[in-house]
């Protein structure tokens, strides 16, 4: 199976601040990565596929970037709803789509 | 709306079961795969099991195979995961997610649909 490593495990931003997260793959995986939110008590939430494409409804201030085994999520400006869990997962080996163990966003 | 709605979680001893339900609304049920996601404050999320549209098409992580089945009752709009063997380490909250293409180039694919969860519970 693909392992996937995120960075850092948790962080803490403010309001208005650019936040960035790493997902690592164990092998390269082109563009096949997805981000996920989760927020405490809510299903998570599709934010980026691709690597880089924006979800519907996703505010454009979330951009994804990255390919093979190195990828970004970045957050401009945040916002007091975007607390909570960001996972990375790959979708190179359908359908067994491991997620990394998770980045903490704390505001 | 598109929606997916769980239910069946609780609490159960170690080496019971359980069968959780996912009943899909707002789109073409039987076109989409589906998937059951679980999540711990310790491993966060985990993807479990996977049934495609094709009978018979079905895949479970190794930590959960050989004890769960996953099955899909088309007519019903329905996804179902029945659960034996339960161990302390199944207690999570379980989501199931459908699984959708997205035609960039190459095409990818995503879980963009996910329900509000049900809790399980192996404790004695």
């Known amino acids: 199976d693909i392992q996937m490593t995120q960075s850092p495990s948790s962080l803490s931003a403010s309001i208005g601040d650019r936040v960035t997260i790493s997902c690592r793959a164990s092998?390269?995986?082109?563009?096949?990565l997805n981000w996920y939110q989760h927020r405490p008590g809510k299903a998570p939430k599709l934010l980026i596929y691709?690597?880089?494409s924006l979800h519907s409804g996703v505010p454009t201030r979330f951009s994804g970037s990255g390919s093979g085994t190195d990828f970004t999520l970045t957050i401009n400006s945040l916002q007091p709803e975007d607390f909570g869990t960001y996972y990375c997962?790959?979708?190179?080996?359908?359908?067994?789509?491991?997620f990394g163990q998770g980045t903490k966003l704390e505001i | 709306e598109v929606q997916l709605v769980e239910s069946g979680g609780g609490l159960v001893q170690p080496g019971g079961s359980l069968r959780l339900s996912c009943v899909a609304s707002?789109?073409?049920?039987?076109?989409?795969?589906m998937h059951w996601v679980r999540h711990t404050a310790g491993k966060g999320l985990e993807w479990v099991s996977a049934?495609?549209?094709?009978?018979?098409?079905?895949n479970y992580s190794g930590s959960v195979k050989g004890r769960f089945s996953i099955s899909r009752e088309n007519a019903k709009n329905t996804l179902y995961l029945q659960m034996d063997s339960l161990r302390a380490g199944d207690t999570a909250v379980y989501y199931c997610?459908?699984?959708?293409?997205?035609?960039?180039?190459?095409?990818?694919?995503?879980?963009?649909?996910w329900g509000p969860g049900t809790t399980v519970t192996v404790s004695s």
């Open positions: 691709a690597a880089s």
């Open positions: 707002g789109f073409t049920f039987s076109s989409y795969d």
């Open positions: 049934i495609g549209t094709v009978p018979g098409d079905t």
């Open positions: 997610a459908r699984g959708k293409y997205f035609w960039t180039a190459p095409p990818n694919y995503g879980m963009d649909v």
């Open positions: 997962q790959q979708s190179y080996y359908t359908p067994r789509h491991g």
């Open positions: 092998q390269s995986i082109g563009s096949y």
